[in-house]
């Protein structure tokens, strides 16, 4: 399997319309759903329901002047991470560790992917020193490159002779940009205002140091006449404005056009002026880049071929057919998010979305739901039955389409928000962030963020207006005031796994099955195609603390689940909201089966997916009582009502268990039908 996969599909007049009005909605449910980019071309093409076009993201040209015949310099109000060029510029620091403001934007993005190539880079080189910058993968960004540059840190105050003394090292880094622009034959490179954020250079300075690093680069002959576009890219108004003013002020040159412009729909960017629409979310998780390492032996050089990127954008601009193209590390990804796009788009008068994510959607959501119904004229009704929650749109075809993208873009946020709280409370429960005289540190939420920084590795960060030194574990305030910070392990010390405290990892078929396992997939008419090994440090933990409490020995167990739920077990372990099954006979709780075919029969309403995706897992059954078709979870097992069955079994192959903290995940099997190999 390459290590990154991309499939193109088109798009007929119809379909266009419909994701040209909710293109945001669309790239995001694909983002989340399936771990998926999506990239839209040519949608406007095909027309809309109307003038209403709020899916789409909005960018805005705020100005442009041509420094010469074949290099222009333009100023840009958009969000770097979804902004169209062959290359963006991330403000770095030297360890390359991504950990706040852009740098972490543009990681979450682009996925691990970049993270992990600086590390690699990192390694080999030490550090990227101030003022230099080096050129990296973009992973799954709507670019090519990323250049990472590395700007003057400054102190929260600084004091004239401080931003006098960096000012030279904010011009070389700007400088180091455009050499590697010139030297790679990049046409077209988005640059944010460097070392203004978290790096405290005033927006003024910077803004000016900028245009005027770039003036000169210019005016020294740099560019030799070759075609480049060079764009300030900023999402803060200040930041645009300040850009905008030092531009006009910079370059008051005679002899050259200047243009302002207002909203420009982002659709209408390119990478080098063509007209391809790009609408770009999320956290896109992306496993193998080894041969990009390799090849690029600490990243000096550009490994992408030798087709122009001006060449291939012209020709896609000549070519206006609508179409979609997906970027994933993972071919079945590609498949499952073809085929969900494929379902929602298709014209019908009724849908229904069934994502037990529903049942955290907040007031509102549901205020949001209200709304959709006015904008699409359709019929929007939720309901919650078997311990199933879902939402049933009905009216005209299109209509229900627009409403289902972006009812599933809604589902996605609340299963982030359900996500998210679950990590906060396994942190919690096995490491403690505290500060003596800084009490909000140790509340569950910012314990856990602090926690996802030192997993991570990055040693030096701004939180809550502090600044936090991990490598010194010390919290100082504007006034430099400083407190001592202590971890706390509550069960056993635990280090980072590859910067987190999850991960899932392709294992051969070898390493997984033997001939009896081989047995199961094959008696149920499956043919495992990849098995990924599913590791999470915290869960672990718990578990092994559970098995010490319930003095019980694991069981094997198998649980089959949807697509869009894989890595969110692997982030948060077996929930009873992520994948009931399509009867739930004993009740609420967190059923699995001690066979291979079990799971398909409980599990049998997922037939309309690509792939066939079994977990198997170490359950704690524990106290079990054995229930009929009838009876409910849980059952008390003594007068005590708090006394419970850790779990049910029909004394056949189904199990029911109370808590997700019983189970720990370690293999995800993706099959296909043995007729489809």
Known sequence: MSNKEQGQ??????????????????????????????????????????SDTSGVWHAKKRYSRKLSRTVEISVWKDDLTRHKVEAVVNAANEKLKHGGGLAQALCDAGGP??????????????RVKTGDAVLGPAGNLPCKHIIHAVGPKL?????KKE???????????????????????????????????????????????????????????????????????????????????????????????????????????????????????????????????????????????????????????????PTVVFNSVFTEALREAKAWMLNVLNQSDNMTIKNNHGIYIDQRDHENLFSLQTKFHVRIEEFFRNGKD???????????????????????????????????????????????????????????????YYLSGIGNFDFNNHNVNLMSSTLADNSGKRW??????????????????????????????????????IACGLHILKVDKLENIVLKQLFEKNMQRMKDKPKRLYQRVSAQFCDLICRVGFQKEITPPAEQKYGSGIYFSSTVDGAMKLWKDQEHEQYIYIIQAQVLTGKSKTVSPHSSLPSPLSKDPLDHFDSLSDLQESYVIISGQQALPEYLIICTRSSHV
């Open 484 to 521: 001592n910070l202590e971890r706390t392990c509550l069960i056993t010390p635990f280090k980072s796994l590859n910067n987190s405290f999850y991960g899932r990892t392709p294992v051969s078929r070898n390493d997984y099955v033997g001939k009896e396992e081989t047995k199961d997939f």
């Open 163 to 321: 931003i006098d003394d960096a000012a030279p090292l904010l011009y070389n880094a700007v400088k180091s940009i455009l050499l590697i622009v010139a030297k790679e034959n990049i046409a077209s490179v988005a640059i944010p205002a460097l070392s203004s954020g978290l790096f405290n250079f005033p927006r003024d300075r910077c803004a000016e140091i900028i245009v005027k690093a770039i003036q000169q680069f210019h005016e020294n002959g740099r560019f030799q006449d070759k075609n480049f576009e060079i764009r300030l890219v900023n999402n803060d108004e200040p930041s645009v404005r300040e850009m905008e003013r030092a531009t006009k002020a910079v370059l008051d040159l005679s002899g050259t056009s200047a243009s302002y412009g207002g909203a420009v729909q982002g659709r209408n960017q390119s990478m080098a002026s063509s007209s391809n629409n790009s609408v770009r979310f999320g956290d896109v998780r992306e496993k193998a880049f080894e041969k990009e390492m390799k090849m690029r032996k600490g990243g000096a050089k550009s490994q992408h071929g030798t087709t122009s990127f001006a060449s291939a954008s012209k020709e896609t601009t000549a070519n206006k057919v």
């Open 9 to 50: 599909m088109q798009l007929v007049s119809e379909q266009a319309a419909i994701l040209g009005k909710c293109a945001g909605a669309f790239c995001h449910a694909i983002s989340v759903k399936f771990n998926c980019t999506a990239i839209l071309h040519n949608v406007e093409e095909a027309g809309s329901f109307g």
């Open 390 to 452: 879902a939402i049933t749109i009905t009216g005209n075809p299109s209509d229900v389409s627009c409403a289902a993208i972006e009812v599933e873009s809604m589902l996605c946020k609340a299963k982030e928000y359900f996500a998210r709280a679950k990590e906060r409370e396994m942190l919690y429960s096995v490491v403690r962030w505290s500060c003596k005289g800084v009490p909000w540190i140790q509340t569950p939420e910012n314990s856990a963020v602090l926690e996802k």
């Open 113 to 126: 992917a970049i993270q992990k190539w600086s590390d690699y880079y990192i390694q080999q080189m030490k």
């Open 155 to 159: 102190s929260q105050n600084p004091s």
